[in-house]
């Protein structure tokens, strides 16, 4: 988690002392660059309108949902990796929304809207929980996972030995 917010923090003033928004520097042509913009909404700048302590209540809601919910994925790597990834994401953007009252994006891959390191940790960390949920998927009220296949009637598991 801190290294998320750590290397989110660092690559927002490096970004921010090297370029002026509304600039674009070529990192890759048509692939990579830096734009640098504020953004005072949330994701892809969508309720921009509302007011900065709306965005942080709504980004604090959002954390508190994944915190409580930490248990619910399984202790594997990735649930830890995504944990930490996305919540240290999340703290990086709180961050900047309480010192700047905007988080700035920056990175321009010409097919999506601008982002900034932080948003990636948070996607990528959410991936990870996804796969961490998968694995320790929950045994349904029948006993099976999820993806066990279809059910089989009674009759037929009496028949294969099974409960009656």
Known sequence: MALAWGVAQAANRLVASGTEPGTIQTVVPHVLALAPRRN???AFGLLAQLPPAATIALALTVLAVVLYNRSAWSA???GQWGFGLMTGGALANITDRLRFGYVVDYL???VWPVFNLADTAIVIGAGLLVLALRAGAPR???GRA???GP????????RQGGET
């Open 146 to 148: 999820a993806d066990d």
């Open 151 to 158: 059910p089989v009637p009674s009759t037929a598991r009496s």
């Open 140 to 142: 349904g009220h029948s």
């Open 40 to 42: 005072p909404g949330v």
């Open 108 to 110: 321009d891959v010409h």
């Open 76 to 78: 594997t790597t990735a």
